[in-house]
């Protein structure tokens, strides 16, 4: 678990305002991922995962305490510039697969590169080869209504890692799919990190999670239990049950 | 994002796929476009047309008829009893400094007769400066001359209606003979096309004779050194009011007229008619210009309300768009350009639905249009404004959205 420090968290807390209620996600979450990591967070609903991931993926802000995210303060940036971290930094992979249903596959993996401002060129023949690389040749002009499940969410992905991410974050990527469609995006995920690509993702399955190396648990919006802690036992303070 | 050709394309292809939806929200705007267009250029034809017509009575020419006026203006005894004498029409030019020259006018109605063709027209007996005056140039020929007044020479000048009726278009009448009242009169020109008087008289529907011909060949000795109509020209379109009171002061002495008795003749400025009749139609036009811009205002309603259902029926758009980079801005952009070109295409069909209806109308119609293509750059460019302003706040709440929640939207 050599490597940089890509996410580092400390405190972080979240609370949304319903009229009158204020509803506590996030109770003090302290961890650290580093570069190359393949993390799996679980833990029932309303655990804070996905909170969690919205704040790692740069979608929202934490009502109190720090995120860096590869030597960057993400607190204090504005909306523009954590779109250009979105854009340039992260992958997002859903479990709805959140495809455009209007654009062909290769027009929804050029999506990034357009906010990007890579020419148009350039951007065909890259969407196209992250298409490729995907097992998707010959499925380059359909829209997402004639693909399969397991072919929109590898779309998905070819979309996420199309403008060369760092972090993946993935929200129950295989929620939404058969056990074959799901083993094929595991084993996809898996490569992707072995090139380096650091990946954290949300599942409820735990046959899902043994594909990660790291295992974090969400319970009432704080880490119940990290099997990576070990080497970040100094950052850890009292998240442990 | 840069604000590229590809935004239009990526816009115009959104658009393409509700077509039914994007056509009936252009067509406030298409409608808009197309009235501004056809009520302005209805607006300069008219003008154009009052001052063709103007220019067409004549150099700033004062028509003076027997018979009084009542307060309102409008002419009653039409000349019954004749009260004006060629006499008159000499004095005005005599002794109105503001008149240049007069001529003097009586008609009457006769069929003319040339070999086996016939026409019934109104037979006009006038002097040679009648001609000046109107600032009619001839077709083919001469004007008769004074030497054929102070003759009584029985020759003619057709209008150019019964030049056509009598002879068609390929003939040369010059030299020809005709039969009015069973006396043969040769014509000696035929004058160009004028077109009807803002009343409605066809003026190429006439004959012109010598008026001392007409009095003593045409119109029986009764009457003789009466006229029915002076024409008199001011030297300046300005001076058309001073010469207007320097006639009406010298039929009234002429005439002997005390104080208290009304005129016995009616001074008629041109002018005025036709400027009273523009003024009527531009108030006319200003109200229907209105009804055209309140049009374009709820064509620019229509593409905020249609603008909103799509920004409410794209939010997951929305969100996956700023989740994969879209900056707020990139998503403003977006729905603005896509309003705008919405207002723009609307524009465009409005632009040549205003350009085409405008032919028609003034094919069908018989009115100008006078269309510029200043007019059409600006009705246009209203639409476009009108698709920028009322795309703002649609466009400007897609960008304000939360981005998860835009992703959790259904």
């Known amino acids: 678990m050599a490597g940089k420090e890509l996410v580092i968290v400390e405190d972080l807390h979240k609370v949304y305002r319903m009229g009158e209620m204020e509803v506590h996600v996030l109770r003090g979450i302290t961890l650290k991922i580093d570069e190359g990591e393949f993390v799996a967070v679980m833990g029932p609903s309303g655990a804070g995962k996905s909170t969690f991931m919205n704040i790692v993926g740069c979608l929202d802000y934490p009502t109190r305490g720090h995120y860096i995210l590869y030597r960057q303060k993400v607190s204090t940036l504005n909306t523009n510039q954590l779109a250009e971290i979105r854009n340039k930094k992260i992958g997002f992979v859903f479990q709805s697969f959140n495809l455009l249903p209007r654009l062909t596959a290769v027009e929804n993996v050029e999506l990034p590169l357009i906010y990007a401002g890579v020419p148009r060129k350039e951007r065909r023949s890259r969407a196209l080869k992250m298409l490729w690389a995907m097992g998707l040749k010959g499925r380059e002009y359909y829209t997402p209504s004639r693909l399969s499940g397991g072919e929109q969410q590898r779309v998905a992905i070819a979309r996420a890692i199309v403008n060369q991410p760092i972090l993946i974050l993935a929200d129950e990527p295989t929620g939404n799919l058969d056990s074959v469609s799901a083993r094929e995006v595991m084993v996809i995920f898996q490569r992707l990190n072995d090139q380096g690509i650091t990946i954290v993702l949300v599942t409820h399955e735990s046959d899902i999670a043994q594909y990660a190396r790291r295992k974090l648990i969400f319970r009432d919006g704080k880490v119940v239990e990290d099997t990576g802690a070990v080497a970040l036992q100094p950052l850890l303070k009292g998240g442990t049950a | ?410």
């Not at chain 2, 840069?2 to 509700?18: G, N």
């Not at chain 2, 045409?218 to 030297?235: C, E, Q, T």
């Not at chain 2, 919405?342 to 109308?361: K, M, P, R």
């Open chain 2, 1 to 410: 994002m840069r604000i590229s050709l590809e935004v239009f394309a990526v816009a115009l292809k959104t658009l393409s796929q509700h077509k039914l939806r994007s056509a009936l929200t252009m067509l406030g705007v298409t409608i808009g476009v197309g009235s501004v267009i056809v009520m302005i250029g209805m607006g300069q034809g008219a003008g154009a047309l009052v001052r063709t017509t103007i220019q067409g009575l004549g150099s700033n020419m004062l028509l003076v008829f027997s018979g009084s006026t009542t307060a309102g203006g409008a002419r009653t005894g039409t000349g019954a009893n004749l009260t004006i004498t060629v006499e008159d029409a000499k004095a005005i030019a005599r002794e109105c400094p503001s008149v240049t020259m007069t001529s003097y006018g009586k008609r009457d109605f006769s069929q003319v007769v040339y070999g086996n063709q016939n026409w019934y027209t109104t037979i006009s007996g006038v002097t040679p400066e009648y001609q000046l005056i109107r600032n009619w140039p001839l077709a083919t020929g001469t004007f008769f001359t004074q030497r054929d007044m102070e003759r009584g020479n029985t020759v003619c000048v057709l209008g150019y209606k019964v030049y056509m009726n009598l002879f068609g278009p390929e003939r040369d009448p010059v030299g020809e003979e005709v039969i009015i009242h069973r006396v043969p009169f040769r014509i000696i020109g035929v004058m160009g096309r004028r077109g009807a008087l803002p009343g409605g008289q066809d003026q190429d529907d006439q004959i012109f004779i010598p008026f001392t011909t007409a009095e003593w060949k045409l119109l029986g000795s009764a009457l003789v050194g009466y006229a029915s109509i002076i024409f008199a020209s001011a030297i300046s379109e300005d001076a058309m009011t001073e010469a207007e009171q320097q006639i009406r002061d010298l039929l009234r002495q002429r005439h002997h007229l005390p104080k208290d008795v009304p005129d016995d003749f009616t001074i008629m400025n041109l002018k005025d008619v036709a400027e009273m009749q523009a003024a009527t139609g531009k108030i006319l036009i200003k109200l229907l210009g209105g009804i055209a811009s309140v049009s374009l205002i709820v064509g620019g309603i229509g593409i905020m309300n249609i603008m909103l259902v799509s920004v409410s029926e794209r939010t997951r758009e929305i969100g996956i768009r700023m989740a994969v980079g879209a900056k707020r801005s990139d998503v403003l952009v977006q729905f603005l350009i896509e309003s705008v070109v919405l207002s723009c295409i609307g524009g465009l069909i409005g632009v040549a639905l205003g350009i085409g209806s405008s032919q028609l109308v003034s094919l069908l119609g018989h009115f100008p249009m006078l269309l510029s293509p200043l007019v059409s750059l600006i009705a246009f460019g209203f639409a476009v404004l009108v698709g920028v302003v009322f795309g703002l706040y649609p466009a400007n709440k897609a960008s304000k959205l939360n981005p998860i929640e835009a992703l959790r939207y259904e």
